[in-house]
């Protein structure tokens, strides 16, 4: 059975640093991704990556602030987050796919992880 769980999530104040986890149970994905989820709003893409990791995209409000990467031989991906701000706050979704396309959706991916909270305080 596949599975996805994610770690590493927190309280930060504004302006600090978080590094999320997600292993995996197998290697096959040609894709990772991290979404985020508010209270009241809907689940949203913060970024993806491709098998080899040389392809990523991210969402707006990431770029800059965000690095994801990947670690095939260890089943993992990771969602680097700095200058963390209080809109930030979010439970933290990994996400794979073993297609590709249409990666900002959260109809892409097959398979998700339970979340990790992040939450930023002013």
């Known amino acids: 059975q596949v599975w996805l769980k994610e770690s590493g999530g927190g309280l930060v104040q504004a302006g600090g640093s978080l590094t999320l986890s997600c292993t995996a149970s197998?290697?096959?994905?040609?894709?990772y991704a991290w979404f985020r989820q508010a209270p009241g709003k809907e689940r949203e893409l913060v970024a993806a990556?491709?098998?080899?990791?040389?392809?990523?995209i991210y969402a707006d409000s990431a770029k800059g602030r965000c690095t994801i990467s990947r670690d095939n031989a260890k089943n993992s991906a990771y969602l680097r987050l700095n200058s963390l701000k209080p809109e930030d706050t979010a439970v933290y979704y990994c996400a794979a796919t073993r297609a590709g396309g249409a990666l900002r959706t959260t109809l892409r991916y097959d398979y998700w992880g339970q979340g990790t909270q992040v939450t930023v305080s002013s």
């Open positions: 197998e290697q096959t994905f040609t894709f």
């Open positions: 990556v491709s098998w080899t990791g040389s392809s990523t």
